[in-house]
């Protein structure tokens, strides 16, 4: 099925250990994005990618770091993880950025840093 | 700083109720307002969406009321049943910019049976 495919779906990390979450979509979208969600906090922005060769902070981009790939692909990137980054991660495209085409969103990472 | 602050945080109704959820946004540059939809473990999916040239938009049972002095809209959900029960969330996006949708912090809605 087309879509967006998050891996993986769960994850438990210790305190400073690293991790990338993988993310590709096969619908041949222009831009991609991540988001983490948190109880009471909605969906916030980490990274963006309008366009192939570019990315972008967002709203809350402190302890992660991202890279796309190629088209397809967008990953993300904890270093160092810390407890603060438990949460849900969901990946998302989108034709362009404008949001009018929708986006499409993964299934979702659910990561938890102990 | 929350650009779209969304209410309530969760709502419970009957089988055949009316759900209202609310939001509220700052930004009057904004000019394009959807409703995703989340159902659990899922990721969130585009529900219908509205321009501010118009005060009402209708898909199905689901209605978008828009307030544009008051800078106010609202999902509306007609007849609801148990399988519209997940999350509900609003946003909004200045069309053309570089930025990127901003979110509310979401709606838990549960239709009881």
């Known amino acids: 099925n087309a879509g967006v495919t998050q891996t993986p779906k769960f994850q438990v990390l210790k305190t400073g250990q690293s991790m990338t979450l993988q993310c590709a979509q096969d619908?041949?979208?222009?831009?991609m994005y991540w988001y983490r969600q948190d109880p009471g906090m909605g969906l916030r922005l980490i990274y963006y990618?309008?366009?192939?060769?570019?990315?972008d902070k967002g709203e809350v981009p402190n302890g992660y770091n991202v890279s796309r790939l190629n088209k397809r692909e967008f990953s993300l990137r904890l270093e160092s993880a810390a407890p603060s980054q438990t949460s849900v991660y969901f990946c998302?495209?989108?034709?362009?950025?404008?949001?009018?085409?929708?986006?499409?969103f993964g299934s979702g990472t659910r990561l938890t840093v102990v | 700083q929350q650009q779209v602050k969304q209410s309530p945080q969760s709502l419970i109704v009957q089988k055949g109720g009316i759900p209202i959820i609310n939001c509220a946004y700052e930004?009057?540059?904004?000019?394009?307002f959807p409703w995703y939809q989340q159902f659990p473990g899922k990721g969130p999916a585009l529900l219908i969406a509205?321009?501010?040239?118009?005060s009402e938009k209708k898909e199905g049972r689901f209605t978008i009321s828009f307030n544009k002095s008051a800078k106010q809209f609202s999902l509306h959900i007609m007849d609801s049943q148990p399988g519209d029960s997940a999350t509900y969330f609003c946003?909004?996006?200045?069309?053309?910019?570089?930025?990127?949708?901003?979110f509310g912090s979401g709606t838990q809605l549960t239709v009881l049976p």
């Open positions: 509205i321009r501010p040239d118009v």
């Open positions: 990618s309008a366009s192939e060769g570019t990315t």
């Open positions: 930004n009057t540059a904004f000019d394009y």
């Open positions: 619908m041949n979208h222009n831009s």
């Open positions: 946003a909004a996006q200045v069309s053309g910019s570089a930025r990127q949708l901003t």
């Open positions: 998302a495209s989108s034709r362009d950025r404008e949001a009018s085409y929708g986006y499409t």
